[in-house]
T-cell receptor, first 112, second 115 residues
Framework: RKEVEQDPGPFNVPEGATVAFNCTYS??????FFWYRQDCRKEPKLLMS???SGNEDGRFTAQLNRASQYISLLIRDSKLSDSATYLC?????????????FGKGTRLSVIA | DTGVSQDPRHKITKRGQNVTFRCDPI?????LYWYRQTLGQGPEFLTY????????KSRLLSDRFSAERPKGSFSTLEIQRTEQGDSAMYLC?????????????FGPGTRLTVL
């Protein structure tokens, strides 16, 4: 089983749509969870950290289910500028401050 | 610009040559990470430093790969006797230890092409 698995994608959605990305991770000791965004041929950029209680940042909502080892990202009212690859990321070890393990990413295309 | 910087941005080399990449982290960050990313994959962890100490290197891809951070500031990643399979984007990231959440910030990467 891969350490971090994501929906394979790609997701092609119209502007204004709501889209959800799912992710599972294998290391039950992981403590830190993130969603990164990566534009084509650019570096990954931190979109949001994922907290146990779930968190929201504008149109973006992240959820964590530790029991199921599952992370989600919801994007509401999609914009053309949301088109990118979304990477699910967890820390490697049991301590929060360790290297990160990335999923393969899910590509999103928002269409006018 | 106070973000993570990497140099060079692109490197084309012939098989068998040695290459060295440099990373300058965010100035107040004491942790520095190297990752490799190939097409269609997420970044893959290689090694990391806290200050000048290399804390993990077991995931370096082979003994042809080595990294240094002699003064705890910038770091270099060297690949000896490059192979075509080494062609990839090499990413550097930095963070500050002691924070509960290991939020890492990435540089623009060095894209290596081995001919």
């Amino acid at each position: 089983r891969k350490e971090v698995e994501q929906d394979p994608g790609p997701f092609n959605v119209p502007e204004g749509a709501t889209v959800a990305f799912n992710c599972t991770y294998s290391n039950s000791a992981s403590q830190s969870f993130f969603w990164y965004r990566q534009d084509c041929r650019k570096e990954p950029k931190l979109l949001m950290s994922v907290y146990s209680s779930g968190n929201e940042d504008g149109r973006f909502t992240a959820q964590l289910n530790r029991a199921s080892q599952y992370i989600s990202l919801l994007i509401r009212d999609s914009k053309l500028s949301d088109s990118a690859t979304y990477l699910c990321v967890v820390n490697w070890g049991s301590a929060g401050n360790t290297p990160l393990v990335f999923g393969k990413g899910t590509r999103l295309s928002v269409i006018a | 610009d106070t973000g993570v910087s990497q140099d060079p941005r692109h490197k084309i080399t012939k098989r068998g040559q040695n290459v060295t990449f440099r990373c300058d982290p965010i100035s107040e960050h004491n942790r520095l990470y190297w990752y490799r990313q190939t097409l269609g994959q997420g970044p893959e962890f290689l090694t990391y430093f806290q200050n000048e100490a290399q804390l993990e290197k077991s995931r370096l891809l082979s003994d042809r790969f080595s990294a240094e951070r002699p003064k705890g500031s910038f770091s270099t990643l060297e690949i000896q006797r490059t192979e075509q399979g080494d062609s990839a984007m090499y990413l550097c990231a930095s963070s500050q230890s002691g924070r509960a959440w290991n939020e890492q910030f990435f540089g623009p990467g060095t894209r290596l092409t081995v001919l």
